[in-house]
Every structure is written in structure tokens, then in C-alpha cells.
């Protein structure tokens, strides 16, 4: 069954460094979700790609965050300088080209970050 | 804006007790209701949906009814199992053909079944 990667799985790094996650949706998915879930919530919506193109960002930090999707294919979530606020679980998720209604999103296992 | 509310755990079972998870959302308009489970260490995954008033989503034993005029979408299953033990997170989403199709979700309510 296809899957969502994601990678690494684990990140500890030191605040003020630079971290990068990366993400490869399903294939044939068009449309790529990034999420941040802090311990003890429900994720939050950080960037929607619709192939290569942001459709929505409106809650990414952008003045530390930046996320890009080259070829419409896998993605790339940057985060410098890191912050302690920033620990969180990072998860991507893939749907089937939306535009023809809302259709599942499938995630993958997600990257869990630790700011030291 | 749209946001949903469910209760607060860990709720903690017994093995083939009679589950209920509350959920309740404000939204405009009509939107489609979900469950997600997330077991230890993995992504979420799509329990069941629903995306009219009255339907029921059910998937794996778990049921869950849209209700419009209690704007609720409760989780329940008749039996639950040590395997059930896991968090869940009840969610929604607006409809039409947008592109921007993001999902809010509930702060998700941890279960553990004990044996």
C-alpha cells in the first residue's frame, strides 16, 4: 500500500540552527499538506501545495519557516533560525488533486523535533 | 472561525467496555466531519467520515452520527479492545471546490484500554 514518507523521524538539534524535514507524498497526489502538532493537541495547517504552487501559508512563520515543492513531486520544510517553541511533531500529508471536492489526506508518520 | 471541541482525557477502559468520545463543532455552513486515530509513534489515519447531516460514519467497530441540530459528532463502539488504545482526534473540513482544503482538528483525547 503507498504511504507518505517522511524523514528524518527524530531531530534534536540546538536553537539559532537551521533544520530541514522532507517529505515524499504519494504518487500521483497533487496536492501536499504540512502540519505542526504540539504535545497534547491536534495539528495545525502550516503550508498547502497544490503541485509546485502554495494555496495556503497564511500560519507559517515566515520569518523562520519556508517550505518549497520544486517539481510538484516531494517537499522540503526549513526552519532557521530554530526556536524552543518550535519542538513539535511536523507531519506531511497527500491528497488526489483537490478541486473536485474535499478527498482524503493521507499522512505519513511524521518528524518529531526537539529544541534544545 | 470554525473549530472544534472534544473532551479531555485520557479516558481509560476496560477491555469490551462501551466507548463515547464527545465532539462538538462551530462552523458556517455545511462542513464534513471526521475521526482520525493516532496510534504511538505513527501518522494519523482516517477512522471513518461523514459529510451530511444524519449520515453515520463507521469503520472498525466505531460509529459516529452528524448531527446538525446538536452540532455533535460523537465517537462510540460497543466493545472496545486493548488494540483500540490510541489517540483520537475528531475534525473538520468546509466543503466546495476549493483548493484550500485544510483540515481542524480537536486537541484529540487520549483512550487506553486496560486488559
Known amino acids: 500500500e503507498a504511504e507518505v514518507a517522511q524523514s528524518p523521524r527524530y531531530k534534536i538539534t540546538e536553537k539559532s540552527q537551521a533544520v530541514a524535514f522532507w517529505c515524499d507524498p504519494i504518487?500521483?497526489?497533487?496536492?501536499l499538506y504540512w502540519y505542526r502538532q504540539i504535545l497534547g493537541q491536534g495539528p495545525e495547517l502550516l503550508v498547502q501545495?497544490?503541485?509546485?504552487?502554495?494555496?495556503?501559508d497564511s500560519q507559517l512563520p515566515k520569518d523562520r519557516f519556508s517550505a518549497e515543492r520544486l517539481k510538484g513531486v516531494d517537499s522540503t520544510l526549513k526552519i532557521q533560525p530554530a526556536e524552543l517553541g518550535d519542538s513539535a511533531m511536523y507531519l506531511c500529508a497527500s491528497s488526489l488533486r483537490t478541486g473536485v471536492m474535499r478527498l482524503e489526506q493521507f499522512f505519513g508518520p511524521g518528524t518529531r523535533l526537539t529544541v534544545l | 472561525g470554525d473549530s472544534v471541541t472534544q473532551m479531555e482525557g485520557p479516558v481509560t477502559l476496560s477491555e469490551e467496555a462501551f466507548l463515547t468520545i464527545n465532539c462538538t463543532y462551530t462552523a458556517t455552513g455545511y462542513p464534513s466531519l471526521f475521526w482520525y486515530v493516532q496510534y504511538p509513534g505513527e501518522g494519523l489515519q482516517l477512522l471513518l467520515k461523514a459529510t451530511k447531516a444524519d449520515d453515520k460514519g463507521s469503520n472498525k467497530g466505531f460509529e459516529a452520527t452528524y448531527r446538525k441540530e446538536t452540532t455533535s459528532f460523537h465517537l462510540e463502539k460497543g466493545s472496545v479492545q486493548v488494540s483500540d488504545s490510541a489517540v483520537y482526534f475528531c475534525a473538520l473540513s468546509q466543503p466546495g471546490y476549493s483548493s484550500a482544503s485544510k483540515i481542524i482538528f480537536g486537541s484529540g483525547t487520549r483512550l487506553s484500554i486496560r486488559p
Open positions: 501545495f497544490q503541485d509546485e504552487s502554495v494555496v495556503d
Open positions: 504518487s500521483g497526489h497533487a496536492t
